[in-house]
């Protein structure tokens, strides 16, 4: 809003008021487009912390240092610091420029695009000079994108080799020397060798897969992390396309309808009121409630089934044993030893 609003704003929450603002639109888009990172990397943060709490119960200790801590590390130096950045943004600069008495390096025609400072942090690049107005936030930022960005990219190669190098020094470690039990213990195994293929096979033993095989799947698990971060956090800007389009059907149905009652006099303008409000209530629960509703159901649902449980949740289960009529009559007629 203009400085000619005498009101008192909101202190937590979006002041209606920016609702005749002339920069409405781009104000709030630039406000929910933020604010959908910074939900999506609070909730990725939470899931690759969860992580954790798998790796303490598979007793995967070593898992915490060489899986948790790289991919925690790549997520924090590089969107986190984005998150930082919208928040200095937000509490450095304000709308009040030189002729308010304010140096104009903190007011608006200085205020930073993060974005932009993002992907010129990525590609080692300087942002364009303004005039008047300061490159960075504050002195010594460049050097710390630098080491972020350094940090970040040295998370991969540890995400990479790390596991499966320590997976093979833990076999070098052991003595190769395997027993076959006693003499009764191998009769058992051969009455009923289908015994061990319908075991169910624990997910979490590594020790007999080979180490090639180790090596690929923690190539692959590396390369959809590292990627996953970046697609990840642009999915959750879904989160400002369904606040966008609800705001807008909002708009549409107070203006076309409800608000149409109300610039009525008399009693045809309490009548009409009445008619109105009837239609708007009834658009409202059909578009707002019912298909905005399901429509932001199958997002969050979306939202946390890949960007979210894909950062702790394996899923690899047991083999699948269809059900058969057969097993289960033979299963009963098998004599009991």
Request: with cysteine; proline share 5%; hydrophobic share 50%.
């Amino acid at each position: 809003p203009s400085f000619d609003y005498a009101g008192t704003p909101y202190f937590i929450g979006m002041d209606p008021v920016w609702q005749v603002a002339k920069n409405k639109i781009v104000f709030l888009n630039s406000f929910k487009m933020k604010l959908s990172i910074i939900f999506g990397v609070a909730h990725m943060i939470f899931g690759v912390s969860v992580s954790v709490i798998n790796f303490v119960h598979f007793r995967k200790y070593s898992s915490i240092i060489l899986e948790f801590v790289p991919q925690i590390l790549l997520l924090c130096f590089l969107f986190l610091w984005m998150v930082v950045m919208m928040f200095m943004k937000w509490i450095m600069y304000s709308a009040v420029t030189r002729e308010m008495g304010n140096e104009v390096k903190f007011g608006s025609s200085c205020a930073p695009l993060v974005l932009i400072y993002f992907i010129d942090m990525m590609l080692f690049k300087q942002p364009d000079e303004v005039k008047n107005c300061e490159k960075y936030m504050f002195e010594g930022q460049q050097e710390l994108q630098y080491a972020l960005v350094f940090g970040a990219l040295a998370c991969i190669p540890v995400m990479l080799l790390a596991k499966p190098i320590f997976i093979q020094c833990i076999r070098r470690m052991k003595p190769n020397v395997r027993s076959n039990g006693d003499v009764n213990q191998a009769v058992e195994f051969e009455e009923n060798p289908e015994s061990e293929e319908k075991a169910p096979l624990p997910h979490h033993e590594e020790a007999e897969e080979p180490i090639s095989e180790i090596y690929i799947l923690q190539t692959i698990h590396t390369i959809e992390y590292v990627l996953g971060t970046v697609s990840h956090t642009a999915s959750y800007l879904r989160l400002w396309a369904l606040s966008l389009a609800h705001a807008q059907l909002s708009e549409v149905l107070w203006n076309m309808l409800f608000s149409m009652g109300l610039k009525i006099d008399g009693y045809v303008g309490a009548i009409t009121t009445w008619a109105l409000f009837a239609a708007w209530a009834g658009f409202t629960i059909a578009i707002l409630v019912t298909m905005e509703g399901l429509s932001a159901f199958l997002h969050t649902l979306r939202l946390h089934w890949v960007e979210f449980m894909s950062k702790f949740y394996i899923g690899l289960g047991y083999p699948f044993q269809p059900f058969s009529f057969k097993t289960l009559l033979d299963e009963e007629t098998r004599p009991e030893n």
